[in-house]
């Protein structure tokens, strides 16, 4: 079973676009993550829902929007994608949002071009 | 803002040695110290974590210690094995709000050399 899956897992798309990456997770977790992973490998956490409710919104463009359904999913879609977007955007979930371990998705690969 | 710093951000080993990375963080209010390990290509996972209740921990060769005096916390892996070849981050739970975040060091890439 997978815990925090993420699709797609490769994203290439030209400069412009619009792009949705959406997540899922079943470990019946009340807080849900977006971060982003540079090309130094550096881990900068985007945003936080809790309980379908944003939590934490971090300094990103506002061409990121992120959607919570309901507890188990966190979207995130991007408009007007640029160059600097390019990186690895992974979803994490965790028991609460009060500092609790984070498990992963698999993380999507979008490059821009 | 609040962050965690991390060193060094390389480091090689010979196999069988041991290897330490070191973090601090500036929240004093940080109570939860996760470390994870990422290997190529996939995603980070937990291997080891403190609450600040305690000064040490530790999982058969991997140990984790935390000052919270000095604000730091380190990893320690003995017998290092090629299989431990990664990125390693440190982490610390942030105040944010009403809420805590996991804010990551800049990650430190070890390589053990057979």
């Known amino acids: 079973d997978t815990a925090v899956s993420q699709t797609p897992k490769y994203l290439v798309t030209q400069m412009g676009n619009d792009k949705s990456i959406k997540c899922e997770q079943n470990l019946g977790h009340d807080t849900m993550y977006w971060y982003k992973q540079d090309s130094k490998k550096f881990l900068k956490i985007m945003f936080s829902y809790n309980n379908k409710e944003l939590i934490i919104n971090e300094t990103v463009p506002n061409r990121f929007s992120p959607k919570s359904p309901d507890k188990a999913h966190l979207n995130l879609h991007i408009n007007s994608l640029e160059l600097g977007d390019s990186a690895v955007y992974f979803c994490?979930?965790?028991?609460?949002?009060?500092?609790?371990?984070?498990?992963f998705g698999q993380g999507t690969r979008l490059t821009v071009v | 803002g609040e962050n965690v710093e991390q060193h060094p951000s390389t480091l090689s080993v010979q196999e069988g040695d041991s290897a330490v990375i070191k973090c601090t963080y500036s929240d004093s209010a940080s109570n939860y110290f996760p470390w994870y390990k990422q290997e190529l290509g996939k995603r980070p996972q937990l291997i080891i974590d403190?609450?600040?209740?305690?000064g040490e921990k530790k999982d058969q060769r991997i140990a984790v210690t935390l000052n919270k005096t000095a604000k730091h916390f380190s990893l320690h892996i003995t017998e290092t094995q090629p299989e431990d070849s990664a990125v390693y981050f440190c982490?610390?739970?942030?105040?944010?709000?009403?809420?805590?975040?996991?804010?990551f060091g800049s990650g430190t890439q070890l390589t053990v050399l057979p």
């Open positions: 994490a979930s965790s028991r609460t949002h009060r500092g609790s371990e984070a498990f």
């Open positions: 403190i609450r600040s209740n305690v």
């Open positions: 982490a610390a739970s942030i105040s944010s709000g009403s809420a805590r975040q996991l804010t």
